[in-house]
């Protein structure tokens, strides 16, 4: 029988943990909950255990240990903690131990269930959930994989709940602050258009990406950041980076921004005992903290106060951008946080979390026409702008020149399988001699690799 409600919901969460609930009576054994980073899943299992599973086992299956320790510390947890017990996913490394571990509980929850699959742990962990008679919800901000797995398809059903764009135009979230640290010469703006048309277009433009943290020194943005948190005076901030090299080469350059705060690296090399929980302690009793990382505090983990984030990583990854944006999200949040993007990935995540490309891709509209839908979609979620300006100042040309380079791109896109479709309808395939390529290829006007490039991936296809 439902007990005193204890935790409160958000109305729309409310709603989810109901349709939740419907979906184990009618007789689904697994399900998938999907929400946006910091839009409350956490409350939702909370509320679910507390209102339906009170005096029943419950385990809880994270990534690490780390994530465990965050949940313990919600107050609303202190409710629930008698009926929870937590997990890793490392620990089902064996079907028999993992089935034995299973069916000793009446409710499994699998947080970031994304990883279902994608190694050992995850891949005994999926045949387990299946194979065992006990109810599974599991819990994810990114369910669709880059590497074609389908996480959706372990379960026997999926409820949608808030994106996290949805929460913010309720306004249930702050819109984010988010400034573009980035050289506005014509090479540096050349990379980032590279970077948004080769999402869709890889076999045109090929595997010759640049990468931007060779073209673009992260020194030009020094004073550009010092003024942006002098600008944004936030207490805790998460810094990306690439890898561990790039990290210790950036900590002089942190310290130079940060001067009156503690700074702690945060990465695999470092050999400590529980160390990644003792940084999250250490930031949480700090008064100003950076934590400097590249992938261990990505997803998970939340400190109350987080409100700042400086990429200096090209991210390519639409759901790890995501999972990185959610270390400043949260529902209820009073500060607007604060984002600074030191490469190229913003403005192509932020196209690609909106969808615009669509409209990019519509020749009959004109640059203006783009540039306005570009804006109109964003700022609902966004204050964008260049360096160290505030509310999209600046930003009217830089979407100029996106509009432009893009534009450029798509003609020269189409130039390409104009050239092939021709080359195709008069050599029928690649054995050719070079020079016919290249004389095709000067033809059309477009380079001789790109061309040869393309047909060959073409005939790959077809075969």
Not at 175 to 185: A, H, Q
Not at 319 to 346: H, N, W, Y
Request: charged share 25%; aromatic share 10%.
């Amino acid at each position: 029988m439902k007990v005193t409600n204890a935790i409160d919901l958000l109305p729309n969460n409310e709603y989810s943990l109901q349709k939740i609930v419907k979906a184990f009576q009618k007789g689904n054994k697994n399900i998938c909950y999907t929400s946006g980073v910091g839009t409350g899943k956490s409350y939702i299992f909370m509320k679910l255990v507390h209102d339906y599973y009170k005096d029943k086992k419950v385990l809880y299956i994270v990534p690490k240990y780390a994530v465990a320790e965050n949940i313990r510390n919600y107050k609303e947890f202190k409710i629930i903690e008698n009926n929870v017990e937590f997990e890793t996913y490392n620990y089902f490394n064996n079907y028999e131990k993992g089935m034995l571990r299973l069916n000793d509980y009446d409710l499994i929850l699998i947080d970031e269930c994304h990883h279902l699959g994608s190694n050992i742990y995850g891949t005994i962990l999926t045949k387990c959930m299946h194979d065992s008679n006990i109810p599974c919800l599991g819990l994810t901000a990114t369910p669709i994989r880059e590497d074609g797995i389908d996480i959706l398809s372990y379960f026997d059903t999926t409820i949608n709940g808030m994106t996290t764009i949805e929460a913010i135009k309720c306004g249930y979230m702050k819109p984010f602050n988010y400034r573009i640290c980035l050289p506005k010469d014509e090479n540096s703006l050349n990379i980032l258009m590279h970077d948004i048309t080769d999402t869709n277009n890889s076999v045109l433009l090929g595997d010759n990406r640049t990468n931007v943290k060779s073209a673009i020194d992260y020194e030009m943005s020094e004073d550009i950041l010092k003024e942006v948190v002098k600008q944004y005076p936030k207490n805790k901030w998460t810094i990306f980076c690439d890898k561990i090299d790039s990290l210790n080469e950036h900590l002089p350059l942190i310290h130079r921004i940060f001067p009156d705060y503690k700074i702690y690296p945060l990465h695999s090399k470092i050999e400590e005992e529980d160390y990644l929980q003792k940084t999250i302690n250490k930031v949480s009793n700090s008064e100003k903290a950076v934590v400097v990382c590249c992938d261990m505090f990505t997803e998970g983990v939340h400190i109350d106060d987080m409100d700042g984030i400086i990429f200096f990583r090209n991210v390519q990854s639409l759901p790890l951008f995501q999972q990185m944006l959610g270390r400043v999200c949260k529902i209820g949040k009073t500060e607007a946080p604060i984002v600074v993007d030191c490469t190229s990935c913003g403005p192509r995540i932020l196209f690609e979390m909106i969808k615009t490309e669509d409209v990019l891709d519509n020749k009959n509209l004109q640059p203006n026409e783009q540039k306005e839908i570009i804006k109109t979609r964003l700022k609902v979620i966004m204050n964008i702008g260049l360096d160290k300006h505030q509310e999209w100042e600046g930003f009217d040309e830089f979407l100029n020149e996106i509009v432009k380079l893009r534009q450029k791109k798509i003609d020269h896109i189409e130039n390409v399988k104009d050239a092939a479709n021709e080359y195709f309808r008069m050599f029928g395939t690649i054995s050719n001699t070079d020079k016919l390529l290249r004389n095709c290829a000067e033809l059309w006007d477009v380079s001789t690799a790109t061309l040869k490039h393309y047909i060959e991936k073409q005939e790959e296809m077809e075969r």
